[in-house]
Structure formats: C-alpha cells, structure tokens
C-alpha cells in the first residue's frame, strides 16, 4: 500500500486509490500517518482536529473517527489493521511493503545533496527531479494552505516538507547551472520568483542564467525588480551576493559566463 500525502491525500493499492471524504477522518490518517510507527495520544488528536475548543464529546467523536478509518484501512484477506490502539492513544502500522511519499521525498533530496556535493550533477539532478515529481498539489491537499490552518503536528511536518522543496528546487537549479543548462533554467526560475518573491536565491539564480543567456539587460531588470519588492515590503536591499551580481553584469565580467562555484542558500 502506498500512502500519497504530497498534494490530496490518497491510498493506492496495486492500480487503484482511494480517498477520504470525511475531512476529520482523513486530518486522523495525516497525523497518524506523520508519526507512522509511533503512538499519538489522543489529546494530539483532538487538538488536530478540533483545536483548543474541544467540543463535549470529543473522546468519543475520535473513536467514531477511529472506526471509521479501521474500516476505510481494512485490507479484504488480510488480518489485523494497521491502526492499533495503544495507550495514551493510536498508532498506525507501516507493514514492509507499505510506502508514505512524504517518507520518500526528503530521503531522494539527501541522496540528491550528497551527490550534488560530490559535484556528480547529472545524477544529482536526477534525483531531484524524481524527488519534486513526487508532488502533485498543495501539500496535504485542502489542509495544506500554509503555517497557522491546521495543528501543531501537521503545521509543523507541512512547513518541514516545504522548506526542504524550496530547497530541492534550488539545488536542481544549481545542477543545471552547473552543466551549462542556463536557458532551460530561465523559465522554471521566473516561476520560483513569482510564487516565491522574497527568496533572493532564485533572483541570484535567475540573474546568472540569464546573463549567461546573453540577455544582460533582462537579468538588470530582474535586480531592480526584487530591490523594489524587499524595499517596499520589507524596507530593505537586495543582500551582499545579489548586490555584487549586479556589479559583475554591469561591468561584463567573463567569469560569469563559467559554471559558478557552488554557492546555496543553506536553507
């Protein structure tokens, strides 16, 4: 059984999937899914389902919940369900065969790192690629629009996951700068600026690919964009490496125009 957590949640079962209709039951798979192989007590529960308002039945609306998620689990042949009461609450069972995309995804981006460390960038790019391909929407689909909508538990694992794409989508950037790839990396970075607008990584990125592309002025243009956006959201300039890029294409400096030394964010 796979479990896809990175866009609508979904189980797939040989050829098949299944969804989760019932917005509380499937807030109780994510959890439990998160912390796969580990107990979650039921105040954790609650507290992702309802928040600190807890309505006066509560402990038993999670059984309800519970029961209903044994039967949506329940495998037909097969003993047992890997939703197992134990104190202080519930635990769900990953049986050998069984996969969480969300396991999967920062696994991929290590070994992506390590390779991209070892200056391996082909390979590394390609690991990379198969880690962001795993994403098919927002995360955690409807739960997952941002820190502050849902409990602490899947809050926190949702901006953990986030952070580690935006770093993954960085470093593919940096393989394909790397091997020379400067014009295929230009559309994909005008998409990481607009959906990320104070991340001054991809702005450096997207500046360098550019003026590689012999288009100087457009990377110009971006510099100016991105000081404008902090300056007026933020009141700030463009940090040391953003400033002295621009430096480097208005003077034409030729050692641009090689791959650059490794230089990521650090996120």
């Not at 059984?63 to 495998?75: A, G, M």
């Not at 950037?173 to 970075?189: N, P, T």
């Not at 490496?241 to 030394?261: F, K, V, Y």
Request: aromatic residues 6%.
């Amino acid at each position: 059984m796979r479990y896809e957590m990175l866009g609508p949640l979904r189980i797939k079962d040989g050829n098949d999937y299944a969804t989760i209709n019932a917005q509380k039951v499937e807030i109780v798979l994510t959890v439990l899914l998160i912390r796969a192989d580990r107990v979650v007590s039921l105040e954790q529960l609650m507290r992702e389902i309802w928040g600190e308002d807890l309505p006066r039945r509560a402990t038993a609306g999670l059984h309800v919940y519970i029961s209903q998620l044994r039967k949506f689990l329940k495998v037909p042949g097969s003993a047992g369900n890997p939703v197992e009461t134990r104190a202080p609450g519930y635990v769900l069972h990953k049986r050998d065969d069984d996969q969480i995309d969300a396991q999967i995804f920062p696994e991929l981006v290590d070994v992506g790192r390590s390779l991209l460390r070892e200056k391996r960038f082909d390979e590394a790019a390609s690991c990379f690629g198969q880690a962001l391909a795993l994403w098919r929407g927002p995360i955690l689909g409807q739960g997952g629009n941002g820190p502050g909508t849902n409990g602490p538990i899947i809050d926190g694992f949702s901006t953990w996951l986030t952070e580690i794409r935006l770093e993954c989508q960085e470093m593919l950037v940096e393989c394909q700068l790397q091997l020379g790839r400067h014009r295929e990396a230009v559309g994909m970075l005008y998409a990481l600026t607009a959906e990320n607008p104070m991340c001054e990584a991809f702005y450096r990125q997207l500046m360098l690919a550019l003026y590689r592309s012999e288009r100087q002025a457009d990377a110009l243009k971006v510099y100016q964009s991105v000081r404008k956006t902090l300056n007026d959201e933020l009141g700030l300039e463009p940090g040391r490496p953003l400033q002295e890029l621009q430096r480097a294409i208005l003077a034409g400096d030729m050692h641009l125009m090689s791959p650059p030394p490794l230089a990521l964010s650090g996120r």
